[in-house]
């Protein structure tokens, strides 16, 4: 992107503390990341790392009593960050929409898929009934849904999770966004209806010029889908970069422990793939220095007294590691398995 462009989207140091014995509980720290036009980005982590709750910050769906969401979240230059409720439901569904985790309990269970995509359009554009359900019919056509028109007036239940799934995302793309975040998307569907999702996804760009923030687990779908790579770890920041480069060589302990738990392709197999030991701390029990310090092989003193900052590693990549900057190398990894889209 031109020096003199601004990122569609553009993060800094999003922090969503919660109220907790008398205190204040960070789950997300420092979260520093931008999103550009017409671009695929993908936050991955283990489960609890904090990925939902920034996408749900940026929403502006978090109001559970008590919750602070400080920082910076600038969308086409408007602060998204303390933004007036008025003001984020006239953005939302419209410029930002989410693809939720699990369609099941993100639609609801007593309207029918297309009465509730039909109120989405019409909350945003002054059409009458029968055009916003010709468009509704239209984008689940567009989805690979079989039969829309009769598919429209089905409940949630009688869906498979894959037609779920696809009409989720047709409500999300129902105004065309220009950014669409996606929040474990292929989560609990079978390999042949994920690749479909992926690649509707990668579509994105073409048919609607969306950009798309990719929450997911999944580094392998990581690999088939994004451009760049964000990793958090316990709520910070891990590592980030192009994906390829990310992939080829990781700056972070834990994302190449994380690569390194992907099943290799060809070669011998191996009696056991690496996991990495324990478990990812509460935000409660965070340890003062690096989050990932306990469970790290390379752990020494520096790691301990603070939480290491981003540090410039190579071309667009950064991580929150001292072992680049004190020369000590992580493994070499035998090959590289990412592919850049």
Aim: positive net charge.
């Amino acid at each position: 992107m031109p020096a003199d462009r601004m990122p569609l989207l553009d993060v800094r140091n999003l922090c969503v503390s919660v109220p907790a014995n008398g205190g204040m509980i960070r789950l997300v720290e420092n979260v520093s990341f931008c999103v550009d036009e017409a671009e695929i980005v993908g936050l991955v982590g283990e489960s609890g790392s904090g990925k939902s709750v920034t996408a749900m910050a940026l929403m502006g769906l978090i109001d559970s009593p008590g919750v602070q969401v400080r920082g910076s979240a600038r969308f086409r230059g408007q602060e998204l960050v303390g933004m007036a409720p008025r003001a984020l439901r006239a953005l939302r569904g419209r410029d930002i929409a989410m693809i939720f985790q699990d369609p099941m309990t993100a639609f609801t269970p007593v309207y029918t898929i297309g009465w509730q995509i039909d109120e989405q359009i019409r909350a945003h554009e002054r059409l009458s009934r029968r055009a916003a359900r010709a468009r509704t019919v239209q984008l689940l056509a567009e989805m690979g849904v079989p039969d829309p028109a009769r598919t429209a007036q089905r409940y949630p239940h009688q869906l498979s999770g894959g037609l779920r799934q696809r009409a989720m995302i047709a409500m999300a793309l129902s105004c065309n966004p220009t950014l669409l975040i996606a929040d474990e998307p292929t989560t609990a569907l079978d390999v042949t209806v994920q690749a479909q999702i992926l690649e509707l996804l990668r579509g994105l760009r073409h048919s609607h010029g969306s950009s798309v923030l990719l929450i997911t687990h999944d580094m392998g779908v990581v690999a088939q889908t994004c451009a760049r790579t964000l990793v958090l770890y316990s709520g910070r920041m891990a590592e980030s970069g192009p994906t390829s480069t990310l992939f080829a060589r990781p700056a972070h302990p834990y994302t190449a422990a994380l690569l390194d738990s992907i099943p290799p392709l060809d070669g011998p197999r191996p009696p056991r793939l690496p996991a990495i030991a324990g478990l990812p701390p509460t935000p409660r029990e965070r340890p003062a220095g690096c989050a990932f310090g306990p469970r790290c092989a390379h752990v020494h003193a520096t790691c301990l007294p603070a939480p290491p900052a981003l540090a410039s590693i190579g071309p667009g990549q950064q991580a929150a590691c001292v072992l680049p900057a004190e020369g000590t190398p992580l493994p070499p990894r035998a090959t590289a398995q990412a592919t850049r889209p």
